[in-house]
């Protein structure tokens, strides 16, 4: 109303205070959108810093976690280093062993070689001992003739017995061994290998006592198996020999054989 009074210009007056009015309706609205977007901003900020906060407590974590997988992989590494040293160690050593049993087959081999020789010159020796004989017999051998009379005796009735101490084939006689048997008054009822002995006295034996020959033959073999020392004269030498007999009774007879004692000592 005051614009119309005012004429003209109190109309442009009017429109200047009605765009001041919008205008500052504007402002209030656009101060009031300001603000909220300020709260909201805030607000977004104040979620923001929580979230960087969370984000540096993770990267904290995060950065302990590679410290102590930095430090896990030293140790490893250490570890790598120790066992690397180990294994170069072990294959050393391995070598080493390969070496000693390679060393340790040859060896081997030269002692089977040197065994095989060993064995052969053995074999070559014994050979030559089993060919190798005295001229005489040893108390050894004298008592296992006796012991093989006595055995052949268990399979063999008395008079086969006899017959077979004299028998040439039998074996009852060695070199200057021979196997006899005596009856109680002396008489030879066997004697190895020599038939024409049989029938003969210990009495008429040249050189010897022959009666004191046959009690000593009786009171051992009677006492039990034994030795029976005596001198006689050697029938390839003819030179007086200590000599001795190693007699057993069996059945009635008086079963021995004899070697010289001078041959007998060597033995032993």
Same mark, same amino acid.
């Given at each position: 109303?005051?614009?119309?009074?005012?004429?003209?210009?109190?109309?442009?007056?009017?429109?200047?205070?009605?765009?001041v009015? $919008?205008? @500052?309706?504007?402002?209030?609205?656009s101060?009031?959108?300001?603000?909220? !977007?300020?709260?909201a #901003?805030?607000? =977004?900020?104040e @979620?923001?810093?929580s979230?960087?906060r969370?984000?540096?407590?993770s990267?904290g974590?995060?950065?302990?976690?590679?410290?102590?997988?930095?430090? %896990?992989?030293s140790l490893?590494?250490a570890?790598? @280093?120790?066992? #690397?040293? /180990? !294994?170069?160690e072990?294959?050393?050593?391995?070598t080493?062993?390969?070496q000693i $049993?390679?060393? %340790?087959?040859? &060896?081997?081999e030269?002692?089977?070689?040197?065994? %095989?020789? !060993?064995?052969?010159r053995?074999?070559n !020796?014994? =050979?030559?001992? #089993?060919s190798? &004989?005295?001229q005489?017999? $040893?108390?050894?051998?004298a008592?296992?003739?006796?012991? +093989?009379?006595q055995?052949? +005796?268990?399979q063999r009735?008395?008079?086969?017995?006899?017959?077979?101490l $004299?028998?040439p084939?039998a074996?009852?006689h060695?070199?200057?061994? *021979?196997?006899?048997a005596l009856d109680?008054s002396?008489? *030879?009822r066997?004697?190895?290998?020599?038939?024409?002995?049989v029938?003969?006295?210990v009495?008429?034996?040249a050189?010897?006592?022959?009666?004191?020959?046959?009690?000593?033959?009786v009171?051992?073999?009677?006492?039990?198996?034994?030795?029976v020392?005596y001198d006689?004269? %050697?029938p390839?030498?003819?030179a007086? =020999?200590?000599? &001795?007999?190693y007699?057993?009774?069996?059945?009635d007879? *008086?079963? /021995?054989?004899g070697? *010289?004692?001078?041959?007998?000592?060597?033995?032993?």
């Amino acid at each position: 109303v005051e614009a119309a009074r005012a004429g003209e210009q109190g109309r442009g007056f009017a429109v200047v205070a009605a765009e001041v009015r $919008t205008l @500052a309706q504007r402002s209030s609205a656009s101060a009031k959108e300001i603000r909220e !977007l300020i709260e909201a #901003s805030r607000t =977004q900020v104040e @979620a923001g810093v929580s979230q960087i906060r969370t984000a540096g407590k993770s990267i904290g974590q995060i950065v302990s976690g590679v410290r102590g997988v930095a430090a %896990n992989m030293s140790l490893i590494s250490a570890s790598s @280093a120790e066992q #690397s040293t /180990g !294994l170069s160690e072990i294959s050393s050593a391995v070598t080493q062993l390969d070496q000693i $049993t390679q060393r %340790n087959a040859q &060896m081997v081999e030269r002692a089977v070689t040197q065994s %095989n020789q !060993l064995e052969q010159r053995a074999a070559n !020796l014994s =050979q030559a001992v #089993s060919s190798f &004989m005295l001229q005489q017999g $040893t108390a050894e051998e004298a008592m296992q003739l006796v012991s +093989r009379a006595q055995a052949m +005796r268990q399979q063999r009735g008395r008079d086969a017995f006899v017959h077979l101490l $004299t028998d040439p084939a039998a074996g009852f006689h060695d070199r200057d061994m *021979y196997v006899f048997a005596l009856d109680g008054s002396g008489v *030879y009822r066997a004697f190895g290998g020599k038939p024409e002995k049989v029938g003969s006295r210990v009495q008429d034996i040249a050189g010897v006592d022959g009666q004191a020959l046959l009690h000593a033959i009786v009171d051992q073999a009677e006492a039990g198996e034994g030795w029976v020392e005596y001198d006689i004269a %050697n029938p390839v030498t003819g030179a007086i =020999q200590a000599k &001795m007999s190693y007699v057993v009774k069996v059945d009635d007879l *008086y079963v /021995g054989c004899g070697v *010289y004692k001078t041959v007998a000592r060597q033995a032993a």
